[in-house]
């Protein structure tokens, strides 16, 4: 259910060649279906793929460490798709996805995207396989890796051809050809072919078929919007007019969780995203900070009917199943381990708001945050590795990261007013985030390293509170 | 002797005759004064019967004023008392009581302020009221909810123990979602750190 196309087969066939390594995760998906799930549901035209040019190359070698703190971007160059026929809608195509290409990957933080004027070849003049492209003079200009391309449209048929180089090995990664009908943005083909590339080059599917949820109040109220994870197609989900915030996603993508008042009272709704299904905990009291359970159709979330602010676990139809804090005082903001056998959140059981950790097997309760006298809002990383969370000090609120090796946190923010509620990519290697740098809150993307920090996305009013969703494609 | 006799005669005659005359004039001199008498005496009923009128259309005209008067006063005094209730109510409705960063505890000034509360609650035994707690902007807004529970809980547990009825009064938390002063700054936030009370 989570993260259908990531599994443990495609890192065993890491180690085959590279022709039968691409060969087998075309066979893997196919097989578990994932091309009918994305024509079905995704793709509202026909999206070919199909293995071309079954290249000799070795990539049991990870180009980008995602598990090492490493802070080298690797240079890359994406010239102009080449236009097969030359035709005004190839010319006009070839721009725009070439450019697209570049920025949806730049996104990712993992590259440095060479400058086209730089560029000593051009793919309409040579060709866009190995045989044809002088690999001298990409390495020339410090080129790492290179992605050349082709389109061809004809009647209302798009195809396109991408492919992606090691430039010092000369090496085909990734060969992928896409026929399409769509008439409009080749972002679809894009996102793909970009999923492929940071498969090829992290082993991680990577946050291509991910959104994010987060909370605006451009239409005058806190409603809750979701976009695509690099900003695009934002959309209002709620329309309550009163205030709705705190979303969270199970771990399927289906289903959100949030708290909204109506006519005054608090609820918590659990509503699935496609169909109509879906209920209301309106428990007397606060209803707030749900929480999915990984791999689970369970969630978390703070109720206080009994007169004081505890975690619940509450089955996905809104059912108590059982009180996981018992501490008297405020215990909010749970976040799950990805094995779902520990839980971070938030008590003020010693006086000021700090971050616990409770171990579900052993039933220990252990403070994770020393440091400062406010220490809310943890997120788990999806790796598990690390919990990101946000920091009161000296008139700051930071975004901080602290480890499970004893390290001291870091802070990943500094002197850029206040940034709050951190959520991981889903490959955790990215952390969106709320911060007021420039006026009022908008929201903000950076990598798990702190840097490359950039606004997400233009809307009008305060955009807060981001929760990004898992990979999958609903 | 002749002479005498009619001279005698003639006063007999006349003397009478003036005495008539006298007696005649006197007679009528004696029954105008009756009549200016009596006229005097209506004329004086008439005058008092004025003046009692006058009196009492007076006294009418005085009692009407004071009752007016009266009924003034005692408007006024309805007024100044609905005025009081009203300006209790809106004391009720306006003065919040307020926390300290991060803090639900009550201090003195609050519970000051909860007592005058408790007493507008007793004299008004058929209102119900929302204690609604907020929070400042710091701080994240998942904690903020669950901190402005407990600002608007510890109001509402003081005044029960003052002995006003928990049914009367519900919660609500708006955590920094409602802020009075918009304003980012000390002044701000120390406004904004409160537990409000809205009347049902």
């Not at chain 1, 180089?165 to 399409?180: A, C």
């Not at chain 1, 991680?204 to 919007?225: M, P």
Request: one cysteine or more; aromatic letters at 10%; hydrophobic letters at 35%.
């Amino acid at each position: 259910m989570i993260n259908k196309r990531s599994n443990p087969v495609c890192l065993k066939i890491l180690n085959l060649p590279g022709d039968l390594r691409l060969f087998c995760v075309e066979v893997k998906q196919i097989m578990k279906g994932s091309i009918f799930i994305f024509f079905k549901k995704v793709c509202p035209v026909a999206i070919i793929f199909s293995l071309i040019v079954p290249f000799s190359c070795w990539a049991g070698y990870d180009y980008i460490d995602i598990t090492t703190p490493s802070l080298r971007k690797i240079p890359m160059a994406i010239p102009l798709f080449k236009t097969m026929s030359g035709n005004k809608k190839e010319v006009k195509l070839s721009q725009s996805a070439s450019e697209l290409l570049a920025e949806t990957l730049d996104f990712t933080g993992y590259f440095k995207m060479l400058e086209s004027d730089t560029f000593l070849e051009d793919l309409q003049k040579t060709g866009i396989v190995a045989s044809k492209i002088n690999f001298n003079n990409w390495r020339g200009i410090g080129t790492e890796l290179l992605i050349t391309g082709s389109v061809l449209a004809a009647g209302d048929k798009v195809e396109m051809e991408l492919r992606l180089y090691d430039s010092f090995k000369e090496r085909l990664l990734v060969g992928k050809r896409y026929t399409t009908s769509d008439k409009g943005s080749p972002r679809k083909i894009i996102r793909r072919f970009c999923s492929e590339v940071i498969y090829s080059l992290t082993g991680s599917r990577g946050i291509f078929d991910s959104k994010i949820a987060f909370v605006s109040t451009g239409s005058g109220n806190k409603e809750i919007y979701i976009c695509d994870f690099d900003g695009h197609n934002s959309r209002q989900e709620t329309h309550n007019k009163e205030i709705s915030f705190f979303p969270a996603w199970s771990s399927d993508g289906k289903w959100l969780a949030y708290t909204a008042y109506k006519k005054g009272k608090m609820g918590l709704y659990i509503k699935h995203l496609k169909g109509k299904q879906g209920v209301v905990v309106a428990k007397k009291g606060i209803n707030i900070s749900p929480a999915w359970v990984p791999g689970k159709f369970e969630l978390a979330a703070t109720l206080s009917f009994s007169g004081d602010q505890k975690i619940y676990l509450l089955t996905g139809r809104g059912k108590i199943i059982k009180r996981l804090t018992d501490k008297w005082g405020i215990d909010c903001s749970p976040s799950f381990s990805p094995d779902g056998k520990k839980m971070a959140f938030v008590s003020d059981r010693s006086g000021t708001p700090q971050i616990y950790i409770k171990d579900f097997d052993s039933e220990r309760v252990d403070r994770l945050t020393f440091h400062g006298k406010y220490n809310t809002e943890p997120s788990w990383s999806p790796r598990g590795d690390k919990i990101v969370y946000s920091a009161i000090e000296n008139g700051e609120i930071n975004i901080c990261v602290v480890g499970f090796d004893g390290r001291e946190s870091i802070p990943l923010t500094r002197h850029t007013g206040y940034n709050e509620s951190p959520s991981w990519s889903p490959d955790g290697s990215l952390i969106a985030f709320t911060s007021t740098r420039d006026g009022l809150y908008k929201i903000y993307v950076m990598t798990v390293y702190g840097t490359d920090q950039r606004r997400l996305l233009v809307l009008p009013g305060n955009q807060t509170n981001p929760k990004w969703s898992p990979n999958v494609i609903n | 002797m002749g002479k005498k006799l009619w001279v005698r005669l003639l006063l007999l005659l006349v003397v009478p005759g003036f005495l008539f005359t006298v007696s005649c004039a006197q007679k009528e001199i004696k029954t105008d004064t009756v009549m200016l008498e009596q006229q005097q005496a209506e004329a004086e009923a008439a005058r008092l019967a004025a003046l009692e009128k006058a009196q009492a259309e007076e006294l009418e005209r005085q009692r009407v004023i004071e009752e007016a008067q009266l009924r003034e006063t005692q408007l006024r005094e309805e007024e100044a008392m609905a005025y009081e209730k009203a300006a209790a109510r809106e004391m009720f409705m306006n003065e919040d009581i307020h926390f300290a960063f991060d803090k639900s505890l009550l201090t003195s000034m609050a519970q000051d302020i909860l007592k005058k509360k408790a007493e507008w609650l007793r004299d008004n035994p058929g209102n119900t009221v929302v204690i609604e707690g907020h929070c400042d902007e710091r701080g994240t807004t998942e904690y903020n909810i669950a901190l402005g529970e407990r600002r608007a809980l510890a109001a509402k547990v003081f005044l029960t123990d003052l002995g006003i009825d928990s049914s009367r009064l519900s919660t609500i938390s708006y955590g920094e979602e409602r802020p009075v002063d918009p304003s980012h700054n000390q002044e701000a936030w120390a406004k904004n750190r409160r537990a409000h009370f809205v009347i049902e």
